[in-house]
């Protein structure tokens, strides 16, 4: 199928406004995770603080989401070349790693239940479930943004649009986000143990 | 539409638009038909960002009014404990309890009145209410865009808010009655359910009111700062915007990146509260029995709660010197003095917000070598403020001031915010804090500093922009009047708070009865409510103002009443959606020339003149 970029160009702006839009809600979501990772650190300097290793299937997940996010990369150059399969395909593997990674967590919740950290247990296991539950919930909103981009993947014909092209770089900053945010976390927890 | 016949007069402005504006073909794809094209979309579910300000004004007052009265309650039990209240058992019902046939104020709703007119006013009145209006109102207005960048997000904006307010109106009915446990809803009262009446169901009602209402500001602060930085009309540079769009800007930027903190604290909260968790609750006894819970940190809370809390004074306070900084140089027809101190002043306050949080608590037991950072901290944050207050009473010397009702309201802000700000001072000291916290005395300072100065920025901003609005004018007499009685009435209920708190009788406090160190002070406080309900009288004119003259008030007849310089003065007098019926205008220059070359005032879409220069 033929990529063709058709309709005119955004004039006024070097940014489009959705695209800037989302960005800010970004940094306003992120905030919310620089509050809890310094409650986190403000919590663990006044003692009574309970240290664990965190299992190692968090580790392997972040495997995981990162993966997921270069698939959808690599959707997107697909997409924008016009090579349909390419652009199908590696979403599908984008939103099913993506699901996966949700699967993993809750795996990982269990783990750390089993070894005796649950979420009553001490601040620290309670920081450990709120901090990676609060980014599941923004994951699985990922997930809702994937699913629809993965409708239009396979029901709409292949064409590259200046609308459609803005729209899948919307869903590309948003999922880079949630999944980079995983590992600043992942990163964050390493160091504070 | 079907308009009034006003008559289609050319005027000098829509040549200069037709000849140096520039086409955006908006009206050729017909989106006015698309977005009102009934009642419903019209005026219930309206994109239209200038519904929309109006949707968040009118609910704005309506919370004004149920907050107002709130303290009106608490105020009768504060200036006449003794007397009978028999009288509001009709409103108030259980709260009431009558012995003897006299009837007083049950203790633990005197918390809930407290604790909800707190709420209330910062929130819903001074947070969505003003920045919700004029942020809506002027941004696409004064920017010169068509609408907000997502008229859609904007819509859900306000019904969030609507939604908060739902959630927040059935908490006062609740058997168990609203929350109490005060506006900062610190644990432990605010996390252990069977800790006050108010902490069960009304408590969890007041956090999910809360968070939708941080959901309306998030979606409202993207569109403002997104509409700002992108959709500004050719020539509209930055430094060309008026100080109202770089206030709402910054205020939109501070609640993006404050609120969300806000939230954490929130989800730890609501974990304490349901899921056993123990972030900010240690070891308690409760009907002595003790909890589970070991270690938590209630100072934890306060933390992230004043990491918003602080923020959200100037999210309140800096639409309202925006507003006041247009409406004193429009009405004094002089520039702004001092513009772009006034722009570095908006940012330095901005971040200053962000740094000086724990002020708030300093007597709550955090280290004294880090209340020293913030002492330093909130000292510094006067030095721009008082930038401020300079250019503005610049701003008015020397001016040839019209004393309308916004320009009054004006200079009444400027006054308020003096005379609240200097006490900041006193209380930003962790010293003298020793003595003040929890007193009268801060009681005293932030309602008059970011409380009544707030109201008054709303005041001007509404009689200023009303005709815009509606195409009508406010009645001017009534709103003299208004300004009158409560500028004095403000005064008389805050200034005698001073004393009271240097004496330091303590807030908060249901009945002085039992404390003969504070009984001399009985007839003060009546004086203080006497003054109160007085004030509140004088609102109550402002809202039959306001709703007569939506439909009564003096019709405008030329589009630009005021003779100010900014573009929404340039659209029609019924302003359609997209705000401009053909092309929109194009910028030529700054905000504020007014009195320059021997002229009144000239637009900002007028181009230079031959040999003008740009430079002021």
Known sequence: ?193 | MASVATKPIVEQDDLIIEEYGYDDHFHDHHHGDKYQSNFLTTYVFSQDHKIIAKQFLITGMFWAVVGGLMSLVFRLQLGFPEENMAWLKPVLGKWININDGIGTLSPEFYYALVTMHGTIIVFFVLTAGLSGTFSNLLIPLQVGARDMASPFLNMLSYWFFFLAGVIMFLSLFLSTGPFSGGWTAYPPLSALPQASSGSGAGMTLWLLSLVFFVVSVLLGGINYITTVLNLRTKGMTMWRLPLTIWAFFVTAVLGLLSFPVLVSGFLMLMLDRGLGTSFFLSEIYIGGQALDHVGGSPILYQHLFWFLGHPEVYIIILPAMGLVSEVLSVHSRKPIFGYKAMVYSILAIGFLSFIVWAHHMFMSGVNPFISNFFVIFTLIIAVPSAVKVFNWIATLYGGNVRFTSASLFAIGFVSLFISGGLTGIFLGNSAIDIQLHDTYFVVAHFHIVMGVAAFFGMFAGVYQWFPKMYGRFMNETLGKIHFWGTIIGSYAIFWPMHYLGMAGVPRRYYSFDSFDAFKHFAEMNQFITVAAILTFAFQILFVINFFYSIWKGKKMTTKNPWGATTLEWTTPIETGHGNWPGKIPAVQRWAYDYGKDGKDFIAQIEPLAEGESETH
């Open chain 1, 1 to 193: 199928m033929n990529a063709v970029v058709t309709s005119e160009v955004y004039s006024r702006n070097k940014i489009h406004p959705k695209k800037f839009a989302l960005i800010a809600a970004c940094a306003g979501m992120f905030m919310s995770f620089i509050a809890l990772t310094s409650a986190y650190i403000v919590r663990q300097a006044a003692g009574n603080w309970l240290e664990f290793q965190l299992p190692a299937i968090f580790y392997y997940n972040t495997l995981v989401v990162v993966a997921s996010s270069l698939f959808l990369h690599f959707s997107y150059k697909g997409f924008l070349k016009g090579n349909t399969r390419q652009y199908r395909f590696s979403m599908v593997a984008a939103f099913v790693l993506g699901l996966l990674f949700l699967v993993l967590q809750y795996q990982g919740w269990h783990e750390m239940d089993n070894l005796g950290l649950g979420l009553t247990v001490n601040p620290s296991s309670s920081f450990i479930y709120l901090i990676s539950g609060w980014h599941a919930a923004h994951i699985l909103g990922g997930i809702g943004v994937l699913a629809v981009a993965l409708l239009h993947a396979f029901l709409l014909v292949h064409k590259v649009t200046v609308k459609r092209k803005q729209r899948f770089e919307l869903t590309l900053i948003f999922w880079h986000f949630v999944d980079f945010l995983w590992v600043y976390l992942l990163v964050f927890f390493t160091i504070q143990s």
